[in-house]
């Protein structure tokens, strides 16, 4: 099974939130069926979670966002962004003529 990188630790809670995503959205008959997590709390060091295998990096805390292209400059993996997914999302489900709220 393909290892997943999550940089966090600068909203420690949205981090722990989007491991019980992760873990919430696979059907494990047990432990061992769950998707390998390499989880880094410092999100300045994306590379050593590529050294780890890590093939796709997400960031959960949406402030971190500013460090975004400098991560994506560091390493050659796909780095997934919390925000642009949630949009792109929202938009499929309201359609083209839809209209979407954000409460922030």
Not at 23 to 45: F, K, T, W
Not at 72 to 80: C, G, K, T, W
């Amino acid at each position: 099974m393909r290892r997943v990188g999550i940089l966090g630790g600068m909203g420690p809670e949205a981090t722990i939130l989007v491991m019980q995503k992760v873990l919430a959205s696979v059907r494990a008959a047990d432990d061992a069926d769950h998707v390998p997590l390499i989880l880094d709390q410092n999100p300045q060091v994306p590379f050593r979670l590529v050294a780890g295998g890590a093939e796709a990096l997400t960031m959960p805390c949406n402030m971190a966002r500013h460090y975004a292209p400098a991560i994506r400059a560091a390493v050659d993996v796909l780095l997934l962004d919390l925000v642009e997914l949630s949009v792109a999302h929202a938009a499929t489900l309201v359609g083209p003529s839809g209209t979407i709220g954000i409460l922030a």
